[in-house]
């Protein structure tokens, strides 16, 4: 009723105001489009919120039925995202959480089915474009990447990076995606990158839940944008709650404008432009996207827009019923106020008069309404269907050979009878899955492991192959599998003057660096004193004078977010190097580096990628947060990048080198204590590489061969030497790499030699030298070359207490490592090594 009161008094202006808004500037001459334009452009709105409201729904009972596993959906969220969509043009990204599927379809980059097949987790990437299955329902995405791997025109298409399920982890990354716009506008040098940006024209669009913004990393996020100033549009779906959980349990006064008020840009600062807008309000809410798309696009000011009075129809997910916490008034309202309800309120109110005084209508009745959701139903309805046979079809062919196969070899062999019921079994599923298949075919195989006959053979080649197809569907695009791969580039040795040039090794870093900016105008170095004193140890020292204040930067202590502006960034053809200034502060950064960073080409089969480059350094300096080297959990947690861990800055610039020509993701933990030792400075800087995944002997022996790497090797060196004193011959053997680990398996042929293996390295006990010896003895075979038991020497297991005394006491020294090694000689010929103790 509201609304024709208001309607009512619509002028012809207000209408071109509202076809304005519709069209955006584009047709700034409004007069151009009829109504009939206009009408049509708001039905069709129409329709895309009924389908995903149907889809919701069906999705809903697809879930309680069996079909599907889960389910989260966008109802009640579906009018503000018409919306955001008609201010989102080519070339912007969106990064945002699961309830966006309106938004998703509003941009034509998702269909009914194809929401369907994602629900079902359907492998097929052209059924389910957003993950191939691997993701749950309702992370969405579009692709980055051809089929071989390569950038696609990222301006020529509307872009969604690849959504994650922990609340606000969208938000780091979004930091990224809009500060790309900012480098791509100001860098003179990459004015030839229109398959990223049209001079830095492109707005970085994010969507939380109200709930969500209670997490750190969204107030990180924000205030980084607001620090940096980048084109980012920031949505708060608010809906009151999260899951059960009220506002007034999450958030200060419970609204997340009213306590940003202190970011709202004035005379005397740069901050936001903050809206507040209900989510039920069709035309106020195209007001609004449009003015926030317009202040971030041309004047690069982050915008955050509060959407209030939003609703959950049928409560938070598939996993329970929001009756349990709501009120009934609270129930009863968000009847009413249910957007689309609304809006199609809207339409069967709205009067205009045109200038003959002929009254315009969008609908003569509201019979057109009722067929237009009619249809909606049945074309989601058929979507539903087609979806999911498609994605049945193409499982119950697979079981129908397995079957044919198990039938064929219960024929000839002499357990015909179990291989049978194996086989009925099998055939009596109606909608069997992959897992019904193998687990029947591998549990035939048994029943014939002391027969022959060619049945067997295909049933093992069945099984050899259909293992084949899973890795595809279920492990492939961990990392790069294109013609960059990192793992592919060969070594390039550093090459040297004829006069030696021995200097500090954290020139070797700052020249090679310098080298690195100049020839690939996309990299960018930043960190927290990164910019104007270059880096605490001095390896960008003068570079941000030379590539300027957008190259080299100083950002704000916010590791999280560091990371974040890397990820966003490379997922625009960037080339970042996101600097963590100590080891110990990875932690905070962690969390994103495992959910987003190391996670993306693998959650989106191969169609995202974010080749980001972190930098950090570690080791060996004093204290609990000082000295860490947590390398068992980082591993453990990257698995989807690589990580390398060079014994000094030549070796660690040949890393950047390398990652460089690459379309990877990697973490390079440099040696806190080697900047200041002596290095012969390289003669070809940027252009020598340390290879990936390959391990060097750093000095021969025969009797013992030790692993280890880092600022260790230092110590394990000065040990060799003292063993080499008492005739023990000490192979050292330094990993580089830990993801990957030794591709080629050299490690086992130092242990065909020496017969003998100890790892050393500064991590916990059971931490990456645990993994390491399993590299070494399962990976590589080495168990089978041993004379003596494997061992490790790592830190105790605390965290190193502070001082000489301190490091001395916690970590592996010199010493220990001798007497390691010397037990283990002692024990294999106890006459010539006699028991020190
Ligand atoms: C880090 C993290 N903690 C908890 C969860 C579980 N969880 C999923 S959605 C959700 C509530 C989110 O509420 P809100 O942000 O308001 O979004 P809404 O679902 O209401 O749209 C929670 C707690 C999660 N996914 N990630
Ligand atoms: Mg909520």
């Known amino acids: 009723m509201i609304f024709k009161i208001q309607l009512k008094k619509l002028s012809l202006c207000t209408y071109l105001k509202?076809?304005?808004?519709?069209?955006?500037?584009?047709?700034?001459?409004?007069?151009?489009?009829?109504?009939?334009?206009?009408?049509?452009?708001?039905?069709?709105?129409?329709?895309?919120?009924?389908?995903?409201?149907?889809?919701?729904?069906?999705?809903?009972?697809?879930?309680?039925?069996?079909?599907?596993?889960?389910?989260?959906?966008?109802?009640?969220?579906?009018?503000?995202?018409?919306?955001?969509?008609?201010?989102?043009?080519?070339?912007?990204?969106?990064?945002?959480?699961?309830?966006?599927?309106?938004?998703?379809?509003?941009?034509?980059?998702?269909?009914?089915?194809?929401f369907f097949a994602g629900l079902y987790a359907h492998t097929n990437i052209e059924a389910d474009p957003m993950s191939a299955g691997r993701q749950m329902g309702g992370h969405f995405a579009t692709h980055s990447l051809d089929e071989n791997g390569q950038w696609k025109n990222l301006t020529a298409q509307k872009n969604s990076s690849s959504d994650i399920s922990p609340?606000?982890?969208?938000?780091?990354?979004?930091?990224?995606?809009?500060?790309?716009?900012?480098?791509?506008?100001?860098?003179?040098?990459?004015?030839?990158?229109?398959?990223?940006?049209?001079?830095?024209?492109?707005?970085?669009?994010?969507?939380?839940?109200?709930?969500?913004?209670?997490?750190?990393?969204?107030?990180?996020?924000?205030?980084?944008?607001?620090?940096?100033?980048?084109?980012?549009?920031?949505?708060?779906?608010?809906?009151?709650?999260?899951?059960?959980?009220?506002?007034?349990?999450?958030?200060?006064?419970?609204?997340?404008?009213?306590?940003?008020?202190?970011?709202?840009?004035?005379?005397?600062?740069?901050?936001?432009?903050?809206?507040?807008?209900?989510?039920?309000?069709?035309?106020?809410?195209?007001?609004?996207?449009?003015?926030?798309?317009?202040?971030?696009?041309?004047?690069h000011v982050p915008v955050l827009i509060h959407v209030k009075e939003l609703t959950q129809p049928q409560g938070h997910s598939t996993s329970g019923s929001h009756e349990r916490y709501k009120s009934k008034d609270r129930l009863a309202w968000e009847g009413e106020f249910d957007c689309i309800a609304q809006m199609r309120q809207w339409i069967l109110d709205f009067e205009l008069q045109d200038e003959n005084g002929v009254t315009l209508n969008i609908v003569e009745s509201e019979e057109e309404l009722i067929a237009l959701e009619k249809a909606a139903k049945k074309?989601?309805?058929?979507?539903?269907?087609?979806?999911?046979?498609?994605?049945?079809?193409?499982?119950?062919?697979?079981?129908?050979?397995?079957?044919?196969?198990?039938?064929?070899?219960?024929?000839?062999?002499?357990?015909?009878?179990?291989?049978?019921?194996?086989?009925?079994?099998?055939?009596?599923?109606?909608?069997?899955?992959?897992?019904d298949i193998l687990v029947a075919a591998r549990k035939a195989l048994r029943f014939v492991k002391e027969e022959q006959f060619a049945e067997k053979s295909q049933l093992q080649t069945f099984i050899k192959n259909y293992l084949d197809l899973a890795y595809d569907k279920y492990s492939s695009n961990l990392l790069s599998e294109?013609?960059?791969?990192?793992?592919?580039?060969?070594?390039?040795?550093?090459?040297?003057?004829?006069?030696?040039?021995?200097?500090?090794?954290?020139?070797?870093?700052?020249?090679?660096?310098?080298?690195?900016?100049?020839?690939?105008?996309?990299?960018?170095i930043f960190g927290e004193d990164a910019g104007y004193i270059g880096d605490v140890n001095q390896g960008l020292e003068g570079l941000q004078e030379k590539f300027g204040e957008l190259r080299v930067s100083d950002t704000g202590i916010r590791e999280a977010t560091i990371l974040g502006q890397g990820i966003?960034?490379?997922?625009?053809?960037?080339?970042?190097?996101?600097?963590?200034?100590?080891?110990?502060?990875?932690?905070?950064?962690?969390?994103?580096?495992?959910?987003?960073?190391?996670?993306?080409r693998y959650r989106t089969y191969g169609k995202q990628k974010a080749p980001l480059i972190v930098r950090t350094r570690g080791h060996r300096l004093e204290g609990i947060w000082h000295a860490g080297s947590p390398m068992g959990g980082i591993i453990n947690n990257l698995r989807g990048m690589h990580v390398l861990v060079p014994r000094n800055m030549t070796q660690a610039?040949?890393?950047y080198n390398t990652l460089l020509e690459g379309d990877d993701p990697a973490l390079v933990v440099e040696c806190l204590n080697g900047y200041r030792?002596?290095?012969?400075?390289?003669?070809?800087?940027?252009?020598?590489?340390?290879?990936?995944?390959?391990?060097?002997?750093?000095?021969?022996?025969?009797?013992?061969?030790?692993?280890?790497?880092?600022?260790?090797?230092?110590?394990?060196?000065?040990?060799?030497?003292?063993?080499a004193q008492v005739g023990i011959d000490v192979e050292v053997v330094d990993a580089q790499s830990l993801l990957p680990f030794d591709i080629a398996h050299d490690t086992v042929k130092s242990l065909q030699k020496t017969n003998r293996l100890l790892v050393v390295d500064e991590d916990v006990p059971g931490g990456a030298s645990a993994y390491l010896l399993q590299e070494v003895l399962e990976t590589q075979n080495g168990y089978r070359?041993?004379?003596?038991?494997?061992?490790?020497?790592?830190?105790?297991?605390?965290?190193?207490?502070?001082?000489?005394?301190?490091?001395?006491?916690?970590?592996?020294?010199?010493?220990?490592?001798?007497?390691?090694?010397?037990?283990i000689m002692h024990e294999a010929n106890p006459t010539k090594f006699p028991s020190l103790y």
Not at 52 to 63: A, K, Q, Y
Not at 380 to 405: M, P
Not at 493 to 510: G, H
Not at 678 to 707: A, C, H, M, R, Y
């Open 568 to 600: 966003g960034m490379a997922m625009r053809g960037l080339r970042p190097i996101a600097e963590i200034q100590y080891l110990d502060y990875l932690l905070y950064a962690l969390q994103i580096m495992s959910d987003d960073l190391a996670t993306l």
């Open 785 to 823: 070359f041993l004379d003596s038991k494997p061992a490790t020497l790592t830190s105790k297991a605390h965290r190193p207490a502070y001082g000489t005394d301190g490091d001395y006491f916690s970590k592996p020294s010199a010493e220990d490592v001798f007497e390691k090694v010397y037990a």
């Open 167 to 299: 609340t606000a982890g969208q938000m780091p990354r979004l930091l990224g995606l809009a500060q790309a716009s900012k480098i791509y506008r100001h860098v003179a040098e990459l004015n030839n990158h229109e398959r990223f940006s049209i001079e830095g024209n492109e707005v970085a669009w994010g969507t939380i839940g109200n709930a969500s913004t209670s997490e750190g990393l969204f107030f990180e996020t924000i205030n980084a944008a607001g620090v940096l100033q980048v084109p980012m549009v920031m949505s708060v779906w608010d809906d009151e709650y999260g899951i059960s959980v009220h506002a007034k349990h999450q958030t200060t006064k419970e609204s997340i404008s009213e306590i940003l008020k202190g970011f709202q840009r004035d005379e005397k600062g740069k901050g936001y432009e903050i809206f507040v807008v209900n989510g039920w309000d069709y035309v106020q809410l195209i007001d609004t996207y449009n003015k926030a798309a317009n202040i971030a696009r041309t004047e």
């Open 653 to 655: 610039a040949g890393f």
């Open 379 to 435: 074309e989601v309805s058929l979507a539903k269907r087609n979806a999911w046979a498609a994605f049945t079809g193409e499982i119950k062919n697979e079981a129908l050979q397995a079957v044919d196969l198990l039938n064929r070899l219960a024929e000839k062999s002499k357990n015909g009878t179990f291989i049978s019921k194996l086989s009925n079994d099998l055939n009596a599923i109606n909608e069997p899955i992959r897992k």
């Open 677 to 723: 030792l002596k290095e012969q400075l390289p003669s070809n800087l940027g252009e020598f590489k340390t290879p990936i995944g390959v391990v060097e002997t750093i000095k021969e022996g025969s009797d013992i061969t030790i692993l280890s790497y880092g600022s260790t090797l230092r110590i394990v060196m000065d040990a060799a030497h003292e063993l």
């Open 18 to 114: 509202l076809m304005i808004m519709t069209h955006n500037t584009e047709l700034a001459n409004a007069q151009k489009i009829s109504f009939n334009d206009f009408k049509n452009e708001v039905l069709e709105d129409y329709k895309v919120a009924r389908v995903s409201r149907e889809c919701s729904l069906l999705g809903r009972r697809e879930v309680l039925t069996g079909k599907a596993k889960f389910g989260i959906f966008g109802d009640g969220k579906e009018v503000p995202q018409l919306a955001m969509a008609k201010a989102f043009k080519n070339g912007d990204f969106r990064s945002g959480y699961y309830r966006d599927q309106t938004f998703m379809m509003a941009i034509g980059e998702l269909t009914a089915q194809q």
């Open 482 to 524: 294109t013609a960059q791969t990192p793992m592919q580039i060969e070594a390039v040795l550093p090459t040297y003057e004829e006069e030696e040039k021995l200097v500090d090794a954290r020139i070797i870093m700052r020249d090679n660096f310098e080298a690195l900016l100049a020839k690939h105008p996309e990299v960018l």
